[in-house]
Each structure stands twice: as C-alpha cells, then as structure tokens.
C-alpha cells in the first residue's frame, strides 16, 4: 500500500525511550503518524541515565506457531475475543475493521471506514466494539456481532491505540500520555504520563491489556514496553527484534504493530504492518 506522504507530520524532538544502553529519540520531521512519518532515531547512550534504564527488565520471545497473515493489511489494532480474532487496518480509502480466521488469515467479515478517516486502533467492550481515527477525530461505535455501526463520537488531537481495563477505554496518542475514557460518553476521565526511570517514554502505539499491565508497541521499533496502569511506569521491555524474517519484509513501512491477548488460553499474538505472518509467542527473561 502507498505511504501517504501528503499526511506527513513532522514533531518537537525530544528524548523519549531508553532500552538498554540504546535511546531512542524522537524527531521533528522524522516519522509522524501511521501512514505517514512516524519514527524514532537510535543514538547510543554511555551515559549513566542510560545504565539505570538498563535495570528495567527485558525480555526475549520464542516462536510458539505462526500463522498467515493478509500481507496487504496495514495493521492498527488486534483484540482476540470470544474465541475470535479482529483486527483494525488503515490509510485513507482502504481502512477497516475486520474478522480474521486465526489459523488461514481468511478475512471471514469487514466493515469499511469511507474516507477521510484513517482507521487506527480498536477494542471490544461489552457488546461493542470502538475504533478511533489518527487525524480526524472520530471514534465509532459497532455491534461487535454484526459490525453495524451504532454510534460515533469526537475528541481532540490525534488517536493511534486502544484497550481496555474492562470498565474504561485506554488510549494512546504517540505521547507518553494515555488517555482514560468513559465508553458510554468518550469524555476524558484520567491521563497517565507514561515513564521508564523518569524518561518520558514516547510513540506510544497499539495497545493491549495484558494480565493487569497495559502493553503498548513503540513505533518504528520492534520493542514492547509493559506498564503500570497505576503509576505509568515501565516495568519491562520486550525485545522482538528479528520476529519477522529478512527474506519476509518489504521494507515498505512493515513495522511491528498489533498485540491481542487471549486471556482464556493465555495465549499471546503480534504481528505488524503489511507482515505476512501472525506470530503466536511465550516470553523469556533476560535481565
């Protein structure tokens, strides 16, 4: 799919992630939102705020299975639920929400999104099921069983990733603030700055709620960070560096970008942008 390069965004450079002795900073005019530029540069860090980020917990992945997945699907959200996979895919004119047969990557339903809107993340609560918009402020509404939709709401600035704690929905804004909201009205009901060993930590993408923790991927990187819906704080950092092989990319803005949790079977899955798999993982510490 093309990059839509008239929607590019250019941001206030600021320091934003440290990962072991690497950081990863945010630029003006380097990567913006998720079909556009939205990126980080790594810059090695010798110094000691970059050793005391290097205390916060990593960890390694191995393959469980892999799966097929559409390689035509710019990927914005992934929920498992009810048994079921569902995804969100975007860019203007080609966005949607879809069922996805985890074992083929058979899109089974799908409902549109009609342009202007860039779809970006979604999640299920209750009956329905939300997806937000990166630029045009709308979030929609749907009968997860159906996919008709049933609402719609506004909000101010940008939308990339969403979850849920089971009463609220989360959401991210490729800040380092996540943003609580009332399912029933959208209004804003807390911000939560999120943070590793005080550093702010930005491009805060999809989202997933994962045994108590929010888990967000961080654009243009293929790290996972874990955090404290209590504190906003880090508490580890997965390192998927790898997952999808070189002989399988695109180099076409494939990033890492969707996590579903299946809570029943504690199962967990990623995949990324235009990827051609769906991975199923178990993790392993290492530091």
């Known amino acids: 799919m093309a990059i839509l390069s008239s929607m590019r965004r250019s941001r206030t450079a600021s320091a934003v992630i440290l990962f072991g002795t690497v950081a990863f900073v945010s630029t003006a005019g380097a990567f913006g939102a998720c079909g556009g530029e939205r990126g980080e540069v790594a810059v090695d860090r010798g110094d ?12 390694s992945f191995e393959v469980v299975r892999s799966y097929p997945h559409d390689p035509k699907a710019f990927t914005q959200g992934l929920v498992w639920h009810d048994d079921r996979l569902f995804e969100s895919t975007g860019q203007v004119g080609q966005s949607n929400i879809r069922e996805v047969e985890l074992q083929s990557g058979r899109v089974i339903r799908q409902q549109d999104l009609d342009a202007p809107h860039f779809g970006e993340g979604i999640v299920l609560l209750g009956d329905n099921l939300f997806q937000i918009t990166w630029t045009t402020g709308s979030a929609f509404v749907y009968d997860w069983k159906s996919f008709r939709r049933t609402g719609e ?8 990733g969403l979850t849920t704690d089971g009463t ?4 991210s804004n490729g800040t380092p603030s996540l943003v609580w909201r009332d399912p029933a009205t959208f209004a804003v009901q807390k911000r939560l700055t999120v943070t590793d060993h005080g550093t702010p930590v930005s491009q805060l993408n999809e989202l997933e709620w994962v045994k108590g923790e929010i888990w967000a991927n961080i654009w243009q990187s293929e790290q996972i960070a874990r955090i404290d819906p209590a504190t906003g704080q880090v508490t580890g950092w997965i390192d998927l560096a790898g997952i999808l092989p070189a002989i399988d990319r695109t180099g076409n803005e494939d990033v890492m970008n969707g996590i579903a949790y299946d809570a029943v079977r504690d ?21």
Do not use: C, H, N
């Open 48 to 59: 000691s705020t970059a050793t005391i980020s290097a205390r916060t917990p990593t960890y």
């Open 153 to 160: 709401f506004s909000y101010d600035g940008e939308g990339w």
């Open 168 to 171: 609220s929905i989360i959401m």
């Open 267 to 287: 199962r967990l899955f990623v995949t990324g942008k235009l990827w051609s798999k769906l991975y199923e993982i178990t993790l392993k510490q290492r530091s």
